[in-house]
């Protein structure tokens, strides 16, 4: 597991760099989720193809940027998910990125998710990993290393930030409610529209509340299981927190019909996501 995670900081240096040096414009592809793919979607998902070619534990992978699995090492023990670079349509206007990687072993659903990671490209790079039975470990790169800031990342059980994902023109009517509870309660809106420091910022800030609804123009959400939703699902209840979808159910209990199925999906500390549930009539 250690080669994998130095792998990903390897990874997580070239892409920033090629964030601070390539053109920021747009491919003339599409990817599997019919978004035009800009030319750091498509290098940075590069650079990791060609990193993990050389690690013989993993077995194969799988990216937002690509239909199918590739198959690396026949013998390999993971597979790893990865979305290359979330929210890279915000780079243009120097928002922060991010790179999620999920390490599953055996058949890729949420249970055999067994280690997950996030990069986040911002003033400084920033790298979150977590494996079970432990909190997650949050780095920060400095001179060309990434040094440990936190050996335990913990989630408050009550937050003051909330990060709603989603057109709110599209939002149900419960979910307007919930959203107006909480402005009601104090909650203080915090969204870039990057859900990599969205997320890593109500962790690292005190707790509170993402949400990335089902909404009138995408039923089951925007946010693909396999490499958005489980690896920062794992993430969140390290940490001490929750992640449910709609129904109230636990994310770690997906099984993705197909690669780049999406689901609706709300992080958070307890005490929000015990709110959500009461808010959509589920759970307890
Ligand atoms: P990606 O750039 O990998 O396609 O995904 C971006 C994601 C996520 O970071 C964010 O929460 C969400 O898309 C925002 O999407 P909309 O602005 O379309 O709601
Ligand atoms: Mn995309
Ligand atoms: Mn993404
Ligand atoms: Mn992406």
Not at 11 to 20: Q, V
Not at 154 to 179: I, M, R
Not at 194 to 206: C, E, R
Request: charged content about 25%; glycine content about 10%.
């Amino acid at each position: 597991m250690l080669t994998i995670f130095e792998t990903i900081e390897q990874c997580a240096f070239k892409i920033d760099h090629a964030i601070k040096t390539e053109d920021l414009g747009y491919s003339d592809t599409e990817n599997s989720s019919g978004e035009d793919q800009l030319k750091l979607d498509v290098k940075s998902d590069y650079i990791i193809e060609e990193a993990f070619k050389n690690v013989s534990l993993v077995k194969s992978l799988v990216s937002e940027e690509k239909e199918g699995e590739l198959l690396l090492h026949d013998d390999g023990k993971y597979t790893i998910c990865y979305d290359p670079l979330d929210g890279s349509s915000l780079a243009d206007v120097n928002l922060s990125v991010g790179s999620i990687f999920g390490i599953y072993e055996g058949e890729l659903k949420a249970e055999n998710l067994v280690a997950s990671a996030y990069v986040v490209y911002g003033p400084r790079i920033e790298l979150m990993r977590a494996v079970k039975g432990e909190r997650p470990k949050h780095y920060r790169a400095q001179n060309g290393f990434f040094n440990l800031v936190s050996n335990e990342v913990e989630l408050s059980e009550k937050g003051k930030l909330n990060a709603p994902g989603g057109t709110q023109q599209n939002w149900c009517d419960y979910h307007k409610t919930f959203v107006d509870d909480l402005f009601a309660e104090g909650y203080r809106l915090r969204y870039s529209g990057g859900m990599v420091p969205d997320l890593h910022q109500i962790l690292l800030k005190g707790g509170g509340i993402f949400s990335y609804p089902g909404t009138s123009d995408k039923p089951h959400g925007k946010l693909r299981q396999l490499f958005e939703v489980i690896p920062f699902a794992f993430m969140y209840e390290q940490a001490g927190g929750q992640a449910v979808d709609h129904k109230g159910r636990r994310l770690m209990e997906l099984v993705p019909e197909h690669p780049h199925d999406t689901s609706p999906c709300f992080f958070g500390s307890n005490y929000e996501i015990e709110k959500l549930k009461e808010a959509y009539g589920v759970g307890k």
